[in-house]
């Protein structure tokens, strides 16, 4: 059985951030300690979901959502 990979875009960043602003998120990307993205689609890039829950807890921890991670 294959392992399945969670990824996340930046609608998915954005909503998990409460709602942010798109120029928001792609600020927040661009940051030289923010995950690198997994790869870029033509419809944007995506990232490893754990790699930005990591990023949020360790830099928004108010944001921690305890219940994100069964998800």
Sequence with gaps: MAKSIRLMGSHEIRVRLGGISRQRVYQL??????????????????WHFDDVESWIAARRPHQVDLDEGEA
């Design 29 to 46: 990307t661009r940051r030289a300690d923010f995950p690198a993205p997994v790869a870029d689609l033509r419809q944007g890039k995506v």
